[in-house]
């Protein structure tokens, strides 16, 4: 459909700017304080996992599997612990380390890894000269945040429907100083989308001209499902298997999303010989990880079907939110043909597109009004070249917040878009 704006003659258009404009006044007066800013689970969502802090106390064997976890030792995580993220991500747990209780926090100890080290022998990045990531886009900002903050260019790399653009990825790879590829390959930040089995083939197939690049598969929402039919992902480990690589993906999980964001557990799974050279950076930054959090963690859900059963439940709490998003945005914007919107199946996102040089002033507006976005331009390396995308994260606030906080992104969306096509005609 198209811009009905563009459509008005400029006297009718003048006219909707002016009536935009006081819906956005009126709404302005309600002195609204509403944040959409972060993905972070609700509160009710949290308090789901609270009987796990029942899983030990003073009493409690404090062993896994023989494994002491009250003490130093054990440094790739408790054995429990590991085959539960394994299964979760689908690879050996002979291939997995467990550690602390950030996913990005590994992300950074890779990078810094094959920045300081070198990867597999490979000479330190930093020894290398100019070096550069790719990062598709719109992706999650605090990844393009750590190879910024190494030094690296992060290049953009437009997402379609099926996951990153895969001819612009394997000609960038040519490039012997392109070192990575930030990848969310299911349910991906702020899309939604999950790589379809066609692109995780062709992840799988790069052959880069680095030969310590790695793609950093960043599996945070591997069980997050709205739906009891969730997104299948196609298990890159077992693609490359059969193509008799041992080396090219980091896979990354945690449990933030699943029980408490901050105090979960978090993994990472590669190659063999992949994870025997990461474990040598890891041993020299930490004796071992927090293991009665893995204890906590592993007495609460045994299995993995443990964990999508509390899945289910947390599902119950989002899938309202997510459909007020669908609702709202159809309702209050389908009719205007002047923005598109993702509708996921799981995750914590909806990527939202208006039009171009909209994204900046409608978060502006939507501040002034009384909620505040996540900063436009965040889900781009640098600038979003068309100031056309914002993230929507639905999860924190309450239903009736919500409701609240997307009338008024409807509302300022509607009057920048009015606006935008009034100036484009040199009437304001
Ligand atoms: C794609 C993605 N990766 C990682 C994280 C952070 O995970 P963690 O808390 O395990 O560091 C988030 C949080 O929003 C995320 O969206």
Same mark, same amino acid.
């Given at each position: 459909m198209d811009n009905v704006y563009l459509a008005l003659d400029d006297a009718a258009l003048a006219a909707e700017v002016d009536r935009l404009q006081a819906d956005v006044d009126a709404l302005a007066a309600k002195g609204l304080s509403l944040d959409m800013a972060r993905g972070k689970p609700s509160r009710e969502q949290v308090d789901l996992s609270r009987s796990m802090l029942d899983a030990l106390d003073s009493g409690s064997c404090l062993e896994d599997q023989g494994q002491d976890a009250a003490n130093y030792g054990v440094p790739d995580g408790l054995p429990s612990a590991r085959a539960l993220m394994a299964s979760l991500m689908g690879v050996p747990a002979s291939q997995v380390v467990v550690a602390g209780s950030s996913s990005l926090n590994l992300m950074f100890d890779c990078v810094a890894h094959g920045f300081v080290r070198g990867v597999r022998g490979a000479k330190p990045q930093c020894a290398q000269g100019p070096l550069r990531f790719l990062c598709p886009a719109p992706g999650y900002d605090r990844h393009f945040a750590v190879t910024e903050h190494f030094g690296f260019e992060n290049v953009p790399v437009p997402m379609t429907p099926e996951g990153p653009d895969m001819d612009v990825v394997e000609g960038l790879v040519a490039d012997p100083s392109v070192k990575g590829i930030w990848c969310v390959p299911k349910y991906q930040n702020p899309c939604g989308i999950t790589y379809s089995d066609e692109t995780v083939r062709r992840m799988a197939a790069l052959r880069p001209a680095a030969p310590d690049f790695r793609v950093y598969w960043d599996n945070a929402y591997a069980v997050h499902n709205l739906y009891d039919e969730g997104d299948e992902l196609l298990n890159i480990f077992d693609v490359l298997a059969g193509e008799g690589r041992d080396a090219l993906v980091y896979e990354f999980a945690s449990t933030s999303k699943v029980t408490f964001p901050g105090s979960g557990i978090a993994a990472v799974a590669a190659s063999p010989a992949d994870i025997a050279d990461l474990k040598g950076s890891f041993a020299v930054e930490r004796v071992c990880p927090d293991k009665m959090s893995q204890l906590m963690h592993v007495r609460s859900f045994p299995d993995v079907d443990a964990v999508r059963a509390h899945m289910a439940r947390l599902a119950e709490v989002l899938r309202p939110r997510f459909e007020l998003v669908e609702r709202r945005l159809s309702e209050g914007l389908g009719e205007t043909g002047c923005a598109t919107w993702t509708t996921p199946r799981g995750g914590y996102f909806v990527s939202f597109e208006g039009p171009e040089g909209s994204a900046s002033r409608i978060v502006e507006l939507c501040r002034r009004t009384g909620v505040t976005l996540t900063?436009?331009?965040?889900?781009? *390396?640098?600038?979003?070249?068309?100031d056309s995308n914002i993230r929507i994260a *639905?999860?924190?606030?309450t239903l009736e917040e919500l409701d609240a906080a997307l009338e008024v992104f409807c509302a300022c969306a509607r009057l920048v878009s009015a606006q935008l096509a009034a100036e484009a005609r040199g009437l304001r």
């Open positions: 900063g436009a331009g965040a889900t781009w *390396p640098g600038d979003d070249p068309r *639905p999860s924190y606030p």
